[in-house]
């Protein structure tokens, strides 16, 4: 393991602070959440900065809420084993906090942050599928004032986002939804755990009525592009349409068509190409045979592929 340099740490008091150290020492510092990503990078794979910004000090950076308009906040430095266990999000949005407990090893998940996990921009990331699908939004802050965008306008391609070095992730908000939403995630790797995706695919599903008509559709896929995506093209099929397994299977060959994967250590683009069909299709019937509340986790995990 390569030894790191003595590095400068800054533990600010608050989001102005942290903002302003950056703006101070210019170009070549890291912000720091759970570490996860950025110890690894630093430690292994000769990641230097200049300089490392805590945010752990900052106060209110963590936490999930319900606010009164039906929308969630789940503030940047959360970690994934919050949401895993999250009542609230295992209530309304069960396929999102299977994402977060697909995230590495019990100590990872204690460890990782949400945030993190969006501001580190990798295709693979597995919650981001999920907060798309729910049209997430991101609040980014610095000293000169706060903005908010969506996670699709958020990831700009892999390790890159539209945030500028002095701006802070501060929270991710899910915006209100149907109260019939159901929804999945489906991460495959052919290793069960700690593996990385190679190909993750998120439904949220609003289906009206015995005939089961769809009101909406949203798909979006991980590590098939440079960034994680929505396949809007397969949503297409299947919306306002009446559900049927054929329907499923047409948006999973759209999906596979609008990918964009490439091929590396883990799998030859081919093959993520058909995995996209065939986990889009399955995540859509999974989410269809489902009511919304609470998902038992042994269920899940059995229909994972
Ligand atoms: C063994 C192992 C297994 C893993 N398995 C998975 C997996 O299965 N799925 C998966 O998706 N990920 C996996 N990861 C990756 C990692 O755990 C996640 O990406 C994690 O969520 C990153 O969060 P963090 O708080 O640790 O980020 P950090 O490492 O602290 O930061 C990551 C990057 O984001 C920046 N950053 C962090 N927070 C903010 C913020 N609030 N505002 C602005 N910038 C910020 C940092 O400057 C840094 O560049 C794994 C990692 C390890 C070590």
Redesign the pocket.
Known sequence: MKRPEPLEIFQPASVEEASAIVKEKGPGG???????????AIKEKGLAPKYVVD?KRVPN?SGIREEADGSLTIR??TT?REVEISPLIRKRFPFLAQSAA????IQ?RN???????M??A?P????APSLLVLEARAKIASAGGERVLSLEEFFHGPGQTA?LPE????AIVIPPTHPKLVGEYIKFSPREM????YVGVAIALVLNGKEKRCESVRIALGAVSPTPMRARKAEAVIEKQIFTEELAEKAGEEAAKECKPISDVRSSAEYRRAMVGTMTKRALLNAAAQRPGPVPWVERRERRY
């Open positions: 890291r912000f720091l959440a759970g570490g996860t990503d950025l110890i690894i945010l950076l940047a430095l994934m697909e995230v590495g090893s990872i460890r990782a942050t949400v945030g993190g996990n501001a580190n990798t693979s990331a597995d919650v945030m701006e802070i992730l501060t700690m593996d990385l995706a």
